[in-house]
């Protein structure tokens, strides 16, 4: 079984920045791709970023590219989302995600970001 528990959350002004982290237990961490996503109320659930199980590529939603990075540590089985120029429409909980590309079997229980203005 594979459990992901995010890390990182909390609440910033407009312009601020926040890291977000995740961190994977059970099976191979290696082996998977691992994704960010977000849900704000009353919104469907939207992807943010993915990164494969090597870290060579990563992608990353229309609303957040330029501002939030993406990356990994296979030896530590963890995932990270940096988010810089932080909005207040970025607000939502954020979900950490695993599985092998392109499907997401795993995930945590999310995490609350709040951007005021």
């Known amino acids: 079984q594979v459990q992901l528990v995010e890390s990182g959350g909390g609440s910033v002004q407009a312009g601020g920045s926040l890291r977000l982290s995740c961190a994977v237990s059970g099976r191979s961490f290696r082996s998977y791709s691992t994704g960010w996503f977000r849900q704000a109320p009353g919104q469907e659930r939207e992807f943010v970023a993915t990164?494969?199980?090597?870290?060579?590529?990563?992608y990353y939603g229309d609303s957040v590219k330029g501002r939030f990075t993406i990356s990994r540590d296979n030896a530590n089985n963890t995932a990270t989302l940096q988010m810089n120029r932080l909005k207040p429409e970025d607000t939502a909980v954020y979900y950490c995600?695993?599985?092998?590309?392109?499907?997401?079997?795993?995930w945590g229980q999310g995490i609350q970001v709040t951007v005021s203005s």
């Open positions: 990164i494969s199980w090597s870290g060579g590529s990563t």
């Open positions: 995600a695993a599985g092998v590309a392109p499907a997401f079997d795993y």
